[in-house]
């Protein structure tokens, strides 16, 4: 059984950054992709950002392209959301996700785990 624990979210201000972790556990991840996700208030689930576990392969959505980066480490089996200059519209839920080899990286579809969430808040 796969699970998800997200960690570091919190209440930021505008221009500060904040790293997100999703420790991974319940079997290995060869082939495994990891997503990151977000839900704000009344808004539906939005694609931030995601990594292939095996050959490190990054997509990112537009909104979050230059401003965040997503890694992994095999040790630890984590992944994590670096957030550089954060605005108040990344304002949000954050989710990871994971699926063995997802069709399509962005959609929250594809995605059979997920973890419970960590909220982060960014004032202006």
């Known amino acids: 059984q796969v699970q998800l624990v997200e960690s570091g979210g919190g209440m930021v201000q505008t221009g500060d950054s904040l790293t997100l972790s999703c420790v991974a556990s319940?079997?290995?991840?060869?082939?495994?992709?990891f997503g990151w996700f977000r839900q704000a208030p009344g808004k539906e689930r939005e694609f931030v950002g995601s990594?292939?576990?095996?050959?490190?392969?990054?997509f990112y959505s537009d909104s979050v392209k230059g401003r965040f980066t997503v890694s992994r480490d095999f040790a630890k089996s984590t992944i994590y959301l670096q957030m550089n200059s954060l605005i108040p519209e990344d304002t949000a839920v954050y989710y990871c996700?994971?699926?063995?080899?997802?069709?399509?990286?962005?959609?929250?579809?594809?995605?059979?785990?997920w973890g419970q969430g960590t909220q982060v808040t960014v004032s202006s």
């Open positions: 990594i292939n576990w095996d050959r490190g392969t990054k």
């Open positions: 319940g079997r290995t991840f060869e082939k495994f992709a």
């Open positions: 996700a994971a699926d063995l080899t997802p069709t399509t990286v962005a959609l929250p579809r594809e995605y059979e785990y």
